[in-house]
Every structure is written in C-alpha cells, then in structure tokens.
C-alpha cells in the first residue's frame, strides 16, 4: 500500500496554462512516496511531514475516512513552486489504488488525483499532476471540462537546471486567484506567454535562444504581478553567474527560480558562493 510521486518544475508556460494555453515542465528526481497501515480510527496523517490544514480535506478526497494512518515522505520544499501538492495527489491515489489491488490507467490516476490538487489550488491546469505520474519532460495544454489532458512527451535534453530557493513559500491558490482578477487587461501577455512556449519547445537543444525564452517568460510573470523582488533579485543573479536564463518556476510570489545552464555545477558554485540557497535537479525519467 505504497504509492510514488514526482515533484515537478515549470520550464515555461505557468497561469496561461490555467486559461488553455501550452506550458513545458518536467518531472524532477525528488519526489513524495505514501504508505497506508490499516488501523482502528479516523484516517489520518501519522507523522507532521505536511503541516498544511488542507491535509486532511486532502486525504479524504481519496481514501476512506476512517481505517487508515497515512506516512507521508517527501524530499521536495513545501510551497515552493515544486509540485509538492501534486506529487503527495499522485503518491495518494497510487496507493490507494494498490490497496484496492486496481490497475489504474494514466486518464484515471490524473482525474482522481485532480480532486486532491483542488483542495489545494482551488482552480488547477492539472500540468502539475499529469507531469508528477508521468515522468520525463513534456507539453501539456488543460482539456476542456470532461475531455482528457494532453501531454506531449518531448526529447531529454542536455542542458541541467539549478534551483534557486526564495526561502519563501508562496500560495498557489492567491497568486492563481490574483491573476484571475487581473484579468483581462493581462489576456495579452498571457497569450504572449503561450506562444513562447511554441518557440521554447523548437528551441529545446538550443540553450541559448532558449534561455532567452526563460528571461522574457520571468518578464512577463512580472507583469502579470507574480513576482517578488528576492525572485528578481535570485533570476539576476543566476544570469550573472552564467546561467542562459531564469525564470521564477511555479505560481510564484516565493518559491523557486529555476536557471537553465549547459553548465550547471559552475553554476551552482557561483550561486552558492554569492550566498544563495541552491541545489542542481535532474529530470526523472
Ligand atoms: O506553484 P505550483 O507548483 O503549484 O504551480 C502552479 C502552476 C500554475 O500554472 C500557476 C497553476 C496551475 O494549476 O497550472
């Protein structure tokens, strides 16, 4: 009665992502893993790994309410713009699913898991779930109501990231909610974000042009009003250090920058030394 999931990273593309357009992201090798042990009483969380009083609301959307202690693991930082919501849904489901002994299909893991990610982020693209069960690095654009996600698993590339942390935590549900009543005027630079991610996605395996593509994402989640001045300060820095380009990765307002780098571990020095709080990420395939 175990079940696994990945954190994830923005690569490019989030808050249009919530209104249709494409968004870019990727599983990452940290990650949140759920073990069910039957006991008498109300289920619940045996251990104060997640300290969020959405949790149990969260819990109950998946499994029964009473019979079970929930251990909960993770390696990712909470609120930070990482997937850990999403990866504590996918975990949930799949172990539920275990202990019902049910085989359960991509479609099915996403929709269940979609109930737990509501909790949490009120109105979700789904992007964070989808890429947290499946893995790897890929497109994905939120279904119409009823219809499945699309995901479009794209080629690993070669350049690394470096994960800069703000030390803050953001919420994903305000930030998502105040770009909501930001609109329409910021309808323009949200579409603007969503053809970015066309160019980003043909410029994969070139750093260069696509770090360009990072900068001027961070420049439009700016100005839709979900950045702080630690994330610009964190993207200038992370360029001065020699990344091809940065960006804040999540809903922002705290949270992570993620810089893009053919040469990450120079990186991650320089950033280290300026005094930041960093660490390299991989991809999970
Ligand atoms: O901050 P995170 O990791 O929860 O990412 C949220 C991504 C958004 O595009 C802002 C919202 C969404 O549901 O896609």
């Not at 696994?4 to 990273?9: Q, S, V, Y």
């Not at 790897?136 to 119409?144: D, K, S």
């Not at 909501?180 to 160019?199: K, Q, Y």
């Amino acid at each position: 009665m175990i079940g696994h999931g990945h954190g994830k990273l923005i690569l490019c593309g989030e808050h249009a992502v919530v209104y249709g357009h494409p968004a870019i992201a990727m599983a990452v090798d940290r990650g949140t893993t759920v073990r069910l042990v039957e006991r008498p009483g109300p289920t619940a969380a045996t251990d104060a790994t997640i300290d969020d009083p959405r949790l149990p609301t969260a819990l109950r959307a998946v499994l029964p309410d009473q019979g079970f202690g929930v251990e909960i693991r993770t390696d990712l930082p909470i609120g930070r713009g990482m997937g850990s919501s999403a990866a504590l849904a996918v975990a949930l489901v799949r172990a539920d699913a275990s202990r019902r002994g049910e085989a359960l299909d991509a479609d099915a893991l996403w929709e269940r898991a979609m109930a737990v990610e509501r909790v949490f982020h009120g109105n979700p693209s789904g992007l964070d779930h989808a890429l947290s069960a499946r893995g790897g690095l890929a497109r994905y654009t939120r279904p119409a109501p009823g219809h499945r996600p699309t995901l479009e698993p794209l080629p690993l590339p070669t350049w690394g990231i470096v994960v800069l942390d703000s030390g803050a935590a953001g919420d994903t549900a305000a930030m998502v909610a105040g770009v909501a009543s930001r609109r329409p005027a910021i309808d323009r630079d949200l579409a603007r974000i969503g053809a970015l991610v066309d160019e980003a996605q043909a410029a994969l395996a070139d750093t260069r042009a696509l770090g360009a593509l990072l900068d001027e994402n961070h420049a439009l989640l700016r100005m839709i009003g979900v950045s702080t001045p630690r994330l610009d300060e964190l993207v200038a820095l992370a360029r001065r250090a020699g990344a091809a380009g940065a960006k804040l990765a999540g809903a922002g307002g705290g949270g992570v920058v993620l810089a893009l780098a053919d040469e990450p571990d120079a990186v991650l020095s320089a950033v280290l030394k300026a005094g930041a709080s960093a660490f390299r990420c991989a991809i999970a395939p």
